[in-house]
């Protein structure tokens, strides 16, 4: 299993500011991802966090709005800019093996209110 | 979307009673997991079943696997208070490494 330190735990940000969210890991783990819940909805994958390269975002998020870092195998930063209301939600870091049984063990969450 | 489906949305039973949950993919999958949310904190992982399975059972939770109607079940028997979370499932695709989520069920079980 993993350990996931993931800070801050909430936060209340004004519009047009940025925050930069901090995955920190009990051990070296290959795969890294970010998600991010929206109010009462399921988990949506913004990236992957890719160890000496640029993050592999999916489809509806790009890097200038969430840039991310990787610069070790055990941790990690999202940064949400240029933040606006639609912005607030809970996001998420997750770690996970690969192959058929591996499962992901996630951070605790950071909880986002821009206002 | 690639995200599944999950019914029911929401589920509100006594202490003692069952609770079934079911969910449904799109894709072919190596495994498919079942995780659970309190009050919007971070997922715990509850039971992986691989595509080669049926059927799982870990305590008080027994899952389901149907590859050919793409769907699973989670029934928790004798439910407790403390049970009251939000329950997703999460699919694995062969070659993926990402988990694609379901939309939820959110289960309150009333003492």
């Known amino acids: 299993s993993a350990v996931i330190s993931q800070k801050p735990s909430r936060d209340i940000c004004q519009r047009g500011t940025s925050l930069t969210i901090q995955c920190q890991v009990d051990?070296?783990?290959?795969?890294m991802f970010w998600y991010r819940q929206q109010p009462g909805q399921s988990l949506t994958l913004i990236a992957t966090?890719?160890?000496?390269?640029?993050?592999?975002?999916e489809s509806g998020f790009v890097i200038d709005k969430f840039p991310i870092s990787r610069p070790n195998l055990t941790f990690s930063t999202l940064t949400v800019s240029n933040m606006s209301p639609e912005d607030s939600s809970i996001y998420l870091c997750?770690?996970?093996?690969?192959?058929?049984?591996?499962?992901?063990?996630f951070g605790q969450g950071t909880r986002l209110t821009v206002v | 979307s690639q995200q599944g489906e999950e019914d029911p949305q929401a589920l509100s039973i006594q202490e003692g009673e069952n609770a079934t949950m079911n969910c449904s993919y799109k894709t072919s999958i190596n495994n498919l997991q079942w995780y659970r949310q309190n009050s919007g904190r971070g997922l715990v992982h509850l039971i992986l079943?691989?595509?080669?399975?049926r059927e799982k059972h870990s305590g008080r939770l027994r899952v389901t696997l149907d590859t050919s109607k793409k769907s699973s079940s989670l029934l928790i028997t004798a439910s407790r208070a403390a049970d009251t979370a939000s329950y997703f499932c999460?699919?694995?695709?062969?070659?993926?490494?990402?988990?694609?989520f379901g939309a939820g069920t959110r289960l309150a079980v009333h003492p």
């Open positions: 999460a699919s694995r695709g062969p070659g993926y490494n990402k988990l694609i």
């Open positions: 079943i691989r595509s080669n399975e």
């Open positions: 966090a890719n160890q000496g390269s640029e993050a592999t975002y």
């Open positions: 997750s770690v996970e093996g690969v192959g058929a049984g591996t499962e992901a063990f």
């Open positions: 051990s070296q783990v290959t795969m």
